[in-house]
T-cell receptor
C-alpha cells in the first residue's frame, strides 16, 4: 500500500526567507501524481502545486517550487520570499494514475515570523 | 468560475439529531468526494461519486452516515442520529472526468460540525 510521510510537524521561517517542507512517499507504481495543498486557518484546502511523475522537470508556481526526486521517492516544497499569508498547514498528497484516491500526509504547520 | 460550495459553514447540534451537509461541485466536474478531517485521523475519504453514482463508500463510518447525489450539481451527506464523535470538519471536493489532464481534486471550504 502507498504511504505518504511528512516528518516535520511544524516549521518556522522568517518573512522574506526561504523554507523547504519535506515529503516522502512509498509506492511500487511508476505512474502517479503528487500534490501540495495549503490549509490556512480558514480551513479551505487550496491546491498549491502538482507534479506528474512522468515529468522530470520540477513544477513551479510563482514562489512555490518542488524538488521531485523520483528514485528517492521524495517530493519537497520550497517556498521562496515567504509571506505572512503563507502561514498554514501544508499537506502532501499522492494519487496513483489508476485510481481516484488521494493519500494524504499528516501535514506540516508552517509559521511565518514577521 | 465558482469553486465548490458547501453549506452550512458551521453546524452545532445536539446528540441524536439529524444533520445534513450540502455540497455543490464545480460545474462540469463529474466526480465528487466527501472527506472528514479530525486531529486524530487526519483527512479520511468517506465516499466517492462518479457521474452521480456512488462508486466507493467503504470509508463511511457506519450506517448512521448516508450520502446522496441526486444530480450533477448537488450532493448531501447525512448523519442520523449524530454523536459527539462525529464532530469534525467535513469537506466536499470535485474533479473533472478521469482521463482528463490533471484531474485534480478541488475542495470546498468545509463544514465544521460540532455535536454536543
Amino acid at each position: 500500500a502507498q504511504t505518504v510521510t511528512q516528518s516535520q510537524p511544524e516549521m518556522s521561517v522568517q518573512e522574506a526567507e526561504t523554507v523547504t517542507l519535506s515529503c516522502t512517499y512509498d509506492t511500487s507504481e511508476s505512474d502517479y501524481y503528487l500534490f501540495w495543498y495549503k490549509q490556512p486557518p480558514s480551513r479551505q484546502m487550496i491546491l498549491v502545486i502538482r507534479q506528474e511523475a512522468y515529468k522530470q522537470q520540477n513544477a513551479t508556481e510563482n514562489r512555490f517550487s518542488v524538488n521531485f526526486q523520483k528514485a528517492a521517492k521524495s517530493f519537497s516544497l520550497k517556498i521562496s520570499d515567504s509571506q505572512l499569508g503563507d502561514a498554514a498547514m501544508y499537506f502532501c498528497a499522492y494519487r496513483s494514475s489508476g485510481t481516484y484516491k488521494y493519500i494524504f500526509g499528516t501535514g506540516t504547520r508552517l509559521k511565518v515570523l514577521a | 468560475d465558482a469553486g465548490v460550495i458547501q453549506s452550512p459553514r458551521h453546524e452545532v447540534t445536539e446528540m441524536g439529531q439529524e444533520v445534513t451537509l450540502r455540497c455543490k461541485p464545480i460545474s462540469g466536474h463529474n466526480s465528487l468526494f466527501w472527506y472528514r478531517q479530525t486531529m486524530m485521523r487526519g483527512l479520511e475519504l468517506l465516499i466517492y461519486f462518479n457521474n452521480n453514482v456512488p462508486i466507493d463508500d467503504s470509508g463511511m463510518p457506519e450506517d448512521r452516515f448516508s450520502a446522496k447525489m441526486p444530480n450533477a450539481s448537488f450532493s448531501t451527506l447525512k448523519i442520523q442520529p449524530s454523536e459527539p464523535r462525529d464532530s469534525a470538519v467535513y469537506f466536499c471536493a470535485s474533479s473533472r472526468p478521469r482521463g482528463a489532464i490533471k484531474d485534480t481534486q478541488y475542495f470546498g471550504p468545509g463544514t465544521r460540525l460540532t455535536v454536543l
